[in-house]
């Protein structure tokens, strides 16, 4: 086995069951399909490659197999490639396509293995086409890139502008895409998680906030963790580190605008876990601004609290909590966790005493605690995630 194929699903199962053609052109941005291919990989792909021969000057067959993991082809023998290559894949993806590349297959021309395959695909399955070069050609060829975009199953992947050059899409906005059109819906699948993340807002006039230290790096370790698992999962992200491309997030600031968006969606949701840090309080804030020379005095309110909230909503749903304290020994902490997971009747609290790892941290210690079971977990944040992940497993099959 190559060792490419040990980046299978790494970071979510996405693509699990896909295979993708990836067609390499001749332009620079060819010394990045050797990323795109194992980034495709993570998601579970499996990834095949062909070139034209002039990529061949630009970047070595090695590499695009270090890529993908499976030999690399370059023109059609015997073996009828295009044919095989059809059958075998979900897909195609042209990256980099280059003006010539792009201009002959929108004409019909089959003069290499790449255009060929192209034909092969056109009308039947999905083409990726990610464009890249000079803008003055860009805009010289535009007639064939609008006449493609018309065509049914082709996407342009729009390039991004700079220093008058068409360069290729980033990495991550390739896969995004590429994951949006033609990925696992694992939202039809049960065990969908909505994660509650980052450190809320309250206003006290117009541009001045109170917040806490939240890093929302906890939350993020497990979005990826779930993700990794073959959970589908969304975020809600207040301030602080945001969940990466390949999974929903949405954006809020105050408790309010948390409690009320997990509302809306947890309906859709098996599993809900906040581990966000909510403002307890709120403020009766001011018009405007104020003042700098004014010395005002802030009215707190308390805020709902979004775990009962929750609860009240959803009593049959599968909740977990954070209890975070400041300086408290072991029995004091499981002690408080516990009288908040019984009080909210949740089914799972994760605790942890801010003295020792303080918000921002990428190491931590924490109790999981459950009606039965308490364990200590300490390390980084992606290695208590995954634990937390395989106990919340446990629960979902109990």
């Given at each position: ?184 819906d694992l939202k039809r699948e049960r065990n969908r998680v909505l994660i509650l993340n ?201």
């Amino acid at each position: 086995m190559h060792p490419t194929k040990l980046l299978k699903g790494t970071k979510s199962k996405l693509l699990e069951g896909k295979k993708i053609l990836v067609a390499v052109t001749s332009s620079i941005a060819a010394i990045e399909s050797p990323k795109l291919m194992r980034e495709l990989i993570r998601h579970g792909a499996e990834v095949y490659c062909i070139v034209t021969e002039e990529v061949k000057k630009i970047i070595g067959k090695d590499a695009l197999k270090f890529g993908c993991g499976n030999d690399v082809y370059e023109e059609i023998t015997g073996d009828i490639e295009h044919i095989f290559l059809y059958n075998e894949c979900d897909c195609l993806l042209i990256y980099p396509a280059t003006a010539n590349i792009i201009s002959k297959i929108n004409l019909g021309i089959a003069d290499n293995i790449v255009n060929t395959t192209f034909l092969m695909f056109f009308g039947n399955k999905p083409v990726f086409i990610v464009p890249a070069m000079h803008e003055n050609m860009l805009k010289s060829i535009e007639r064939h890139i609008d006449e493609l975009k018309n065509k049914d199953n082709v996407y342009i992947v729009s390039p991004r502008f700079e220093e008058g050059k068409a360069k290729v899409a980033s990495v991550e906005e390739i896969v995004g895409f590429i994951i949006e059109k033609i990925g696992n819906d694992l939202k039809r699948e049960r065990n969908r998680v909505l994660i509650l993340n980052g450190g809320t807002v309250e206003f006290i006039d117009k541009v001045r906030v109170i917040t806490n230290l939240s890093s929302g790096k906890m939350g993020v370790a497990l979005a990826e963790a779930f993700c990794k698992e073959g959970f589908y999962v969304e975020v809600i992200t207040a301030m602080g580190l945001e969940p990466p491309y390949y999974i929903k997030n949405h954006r809020v600031l105050t408790a309010k605008e948390m409690l009320n968006k997990a509302i809306e969606l947890a309906k859709d949701f098996d599993i809900i876990i906040s581990s966000a840090a909510i403002s307890d309080f709120t403020v009766e804030s001011f018009e405007g601004k104020l003042s700098s020379e004014e010395e005002p005095i802030l009215k707190l309110k308390r805020n709902p609290k979004v775990l009962e909230e929750l609860r009240k909503a959803y009593k049959d749903k599968i909740i977990i909590g954070f209890k975070a304290e400041y300086n408290l020994n072991e029995e004091d902490l499981i002690n408080k966790a516990k009288e908040r997971l019984n009080k909210y009747n949740l089914n799972m609290i994760i605790a942890n005493d801010l003295s020792k790892h303080y918000f921002g941290d990428d190491y931590t210690e924490v109790y999981i605690i459950t009606k039965d079971d308490v364990e200590k977990v300490s390390g980084s944040k992606k290695e208590v995630a995954e634990k937390i992940v395989e106990k919340v497993v446990g629960l979902v099959k109990s």
